[in-house]
């Protein structure tokens, strides 16, 4: 398909999208490239970065990898997601520290827009679209309760922590953020960014390409083979999560990160009537209806996604 520049703007837009989603602890990048359009090109074009790509390169050069991995529309979307990662993460990261339930508001009417416009893609129900929708919600709800671990900070682990957590960024509903701080890894990561610390940045960058480019494949092929409950249980994902994004909590533990500063650990939602701070009742609804809107909007105005 012949994009045009303006067309490449919009996937960068949307990269960017991707990359502030995938910052805040809770909420999917995946997610964002699924309501957006351009999920299944995404996938598809991973999946094509294979060893037969090396054959190609070999054979034909560089300009017929190009093609063949779809690289315009990746490095668009990429850059987009890189753009946003080093401008948009501290500004977010202040809003969460600063306005935790106006934020917190704004990302649950997101994810349940998100679920909701996702959900209209499975074809037709049946009662395995319905288990797998099931199973999703209470996959996501689990991790989303469960503890951070203590874990070592061994190359090998920080290797690890790096195909994981790109596995769930591109899963709709699943943080990859969120991932790394069940791992008790989100801090040791962020640090290394900031003090450019780059043994541990360049391990934990190949351990994102090789669980992108392999977890690529499997989706690729569940979205063939099972495409309804593949999409039932991304879409259980999405609800799962809305426990983590609730805007309302009670802290349970806390620990100190790297900057001194006491930070929750576990929580519990609760009403807003249990919340110990300002509920912002009148504001949070506000903003969750804001946030509802706009992926409704998106949904309205954007094309039908394309599989490459």
């Given at each position: 398909?012949?994009?045009s520049?303006?067309?490449y703007v919009l996937i960068?837009?949307?990269?960017m ?7 805040v602890?809770?909420v999917?990048?995946?997610t ?18 294979e ?6 390169l070999?054979?034909?050069?560089i ?8 690289g315009?529309?990746?490095?668009a979307l990429f ?10 993460s501290k ?11 106006l ?11 998100s ?18 929708l099931?199973?999703?919600?209470a ?7 469960a503890?951070p671990a203590?874990t070592?900070t061994e190359l090998w ?9 790109i ?16 791992l008790?890894?989100?801090?040791y990561i962020?640090t ?7 043994k541990?940045?360049?391990t934990?960058?190949l351990?994102c390409?090789?669980g992108?480019?392999?977890?690529s494949?499997?989706?690729s092929?569940l979205?063939?083979k099972f495409?309804?409950?593949t ?8 609800l ?5 994004v609730?805007?309302?909590k009670?802290t349970l533990?806390?620990?100190?990160n790297?900057?001194?500063?006491e930070?929750p ?5 609760v ?6 701070g300002?509920a912002?009742v009148i ?6 209806i ?5 992926i409704?909007l998106l949904?309205?105005?954007s094309p ?5």
């Amino acid at each position: 398909m012949k994009r045009s520049l303006k067309d490449y703007v919009l996937i960068s837009l949307k990269g960017m999208g991707m990359g502030a989603a995938d910052v805040v602890p809770g909420v999917s990048g995946g997610t964002i490239a699924f309501i957006s359009g351009i999920y299944e090109e995404l996938i598809n074009s991973l999946k094509s970065i294979e060893i037969e790509t090396l054959k190609v390169l070999f054979k034909e050069g560089i300009p017929a990898v190009w093609k063949r991995v779809n690289g315009n529309f990746l490095a668009a979307l990429f850059v987009g997601i890189g753009i946003s990662i080093v401008t948009l993460s501290k500004v977010i990261t202040h809003l969460l520290a600063t306005y935790p339930v106006l934020v917190w508001s704004f990302f649950f009417g997101l994810i349940v827009a998100s679920a909701l416009m996702v959900s209209k893609k499975i074809t037709s129900w049946d009662i395995k679209s319905v288990g797998g929708l099931l199973f999703g919600t209470a996959l996501a709800y689990y991790i989303t309760v469960a503890s951070p671990a203590e874990t070592p900070t061994e190359l090998w682990f920080i290797l690890l922590s790096g195909m994981l957590a790109i596995c769930a960024m591109i899963l709709p509903g699943i943080s990859g953020a969120f991932i790394l701080l069940l791992l008790g890894k989100y801090e040791y990561i962020l640090t290394a960014l900031k003090e450019i610390d780059i043994k541990v940045i360049l391990t934990f960058m190949l351990g994102c390409v090789v669980g992108l480019v392999s977890f690529s494949h499997v989706l690729s092929w569940l979205f063939k083979k099972f495409h309804n409950l593949t999409i039932a249980v991304l879409t259980g994902f999405m609800l799962g999560s809305l426990n983590k994004v609730w805007p309302w909590k009670l802290t349970l533990t806390t620990r100190i990160n790297s900057h001194g500063l006491e930070v929750p650990v576990t929580q519990e939602s609760v009403l807003p009537s249990g919340f110990e701070g300002e509920a912002f009742v009148i504001g949070a609804i506000v903003l969750a209806i804001v946030g509802f809107m706009v992926i409704y909007l998106l949904e309205k105005f954007s094309p039908e996604e394309t599989t490459k």
